[in-house]
Every structure is written in structure tokens, then in C-alpha cells.
């Protein structure tokens, strides 16, 4: 089985496997440079249902565009007759039945064009670990799953695997390798996966003095992960101790503005009720007139600053969390600075 679309990255290889354990089928799935690859084998009828539930089974990030089918002589190369073009790599040659099902590598070397998901807003159920205090992620900026988190921003090459992501700078703990390890969890094979042992930590940098109007923050994609903050501000900047998280938020309720970085780059931000913070992000930007995007808690929050129509509540609330777009509700205008 050939399937197309946005298949990588998304916890699609974990669903085929769970499916297929399910079912008792024999076989294996991998990614290659154009998406994903399985080989399926057991009785026919088994291997039909298989067929048909795969696109019903496939995770809430996965987008199948097309899913083409080859049916195989017991003993012949998958990789050959599926993709068509002669492609072959020997250790998926299957010269015998499979005992069991299972993920596998990548094949290297192979030209390649298969798409690579978004990334997309953190999770209900990551959300849930984040806030709570018995949670080993409880507060951990990075948290993320198969379901959410990081994945354009990181690649740097397809098939998406993590050692080519600016992840592969992190070795997993002993936890997080567990749960990467294990099919029914919902970080197995999540690449990203990390947590305050093992993975990038939240530090707080304090400038010497405010910067001048002309300062830029070092924006950088693939250099987000492997270069520290420190690294780039100069020799003059100073990590403040005490709790990162904790530190920022004093200083925005005091009216400072904070670079956030974070996994795809920088955020500016500043407290959008503080006039006086939002004209000095205006001067910095030399951003006079252009709206800035509004961070709220949840719908509720948005809902009493600008007023949302059915199809602009649906978006707000889609998994990518996207910036939406919104006519200001009259007479929450105060609240905000403009
Ligand atoms: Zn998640
Ligand atoms: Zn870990």
C-alpha cells in the first residue's frame, strides 16, 4: 500500500501499526522520501477490513490524499513493485512471511518530496499535562505529542525522522524513550518528544539596559534549538535566576516586553491593556498602524474583546489555533491598547 498526502510527522506509521496489531496482520510500514509505504500480509478477508479502516483509524494531523494499492506474490520486493520505478533496498526484500508487524526505518537515499505537516497548537491532552502539578511535564513550555507540537519549523530533512530535526541535538531520558518506544502511547514515535530532563529549557535573559529603537532580535530558524539565547544577545546579557517562566511573567505585568523564543523563532510580546508598553513594541517594530495579534487564555477570553461569527469561532477553536482576524467588540475597545 502507497499512501499520499500529508502522512509523515503525524503519528500516521503508530495508527497502521495499531491497526494492523489489532487485526493480527503481518508486515510493516515505514516512510520514504514520498510518504508512506506499508506491506500488509495475512488472510484475505483480514487484510480487506485492514484496507478499509486505515483512512477511518488515521490521527486527527494526517491528510490522505490517495492510497494505491499492489498485490504481491509471497517472496517478491515491495519497494520495487509499489513504487514502479525499480527502486529497490535490500532489507525490505521479503523472502519470507513476516511473523509480526512492525515500523521501520527510512530507506536512504531517495530523492526527496514527501510533505511535511505544520505545526500545530498544543493539544487538549498535552494542555492537561501542562497544568497539572503531578505531571512530569507540569509547566514545561515544549510539551507536545503526536498530536500537536512542532514539525515544519524543525525539519530539517524528509523523511521525517528525528535525527533530522534540530530535536536530534536532545537525547531522550529513559521515560521519554519509553514512551517514544511504545506503540499504544501517544507519544510513540513522536519526534519531538521531550520533557524538562531531556529536552530545551526555558532560561530568562535580562539585557544590561533597554535596547536602542534600532535593536533587532537574531531571528534564525534552524539555529532556535542548537544556539542558546546567550549565545547570540552578547557577552553583556545576564540569565536571571530563579523560575524562567515566572520571571517573564513579572516583568510583562510590569509593563516590559519579553522576547519569546521558541521553536520556530522569536515572539515579541507585551501587555496588550499597557499603552504605553504596546507604543514602545509599535516604535521598535517601526510597526505604527499595523493591528498586532491578541494572545487570549481560551474563546470566552476573545469573546469579550471582538466579536466572532460562527465560522471565525470555528477557526479559533481548530487545532491550529490560527490568528483570526476579528471586528472589536464595541465598548470592550478600553481594555485594549491601540
Ligand atoms: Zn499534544
Ligand atoms: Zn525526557
Known sequence: MRVDGVVQGVGFRPSVYVLADELGLAGFVLNDARGVLIEIEGAA??????????????????RIDGVTLTELEPGADPVAAISGNGATTEELIVAAPLARFEIRASPAGERADALVAPDTATCEDCLRELLDPA???YRYPFVNCTNCGPRFTIVQGVPYDRSRTTMAHFSMCAACQAEYDDPYDRRFHAQPNACPECGPRAELILLPEAPSADWRPPFGRSSALSTQAGDVLGEEQRSAPGDALAGAAELLRA??????????????ACRADDERAVDRLRARKHREHKPFAVLVADLDAARALVELSPAEDELLASPAHPIVLAARRPGAAGSLAT
Open 45 to 62: 478477508t483480514v487484510v480487506e477490513r485492514f484496507v478499509e479502516e486505515l483512512p477511518q483509524r488515521a490521527p486527527p494531523l494526517a
Open 135 to 137: 505531571d512530569r511535564r
Open 255 to 268: 509593563g516590559a516586553i519579553v522576547a519569546v523564543k521558541g521553536i520556530g523563532g522569536y515572539h515579541l
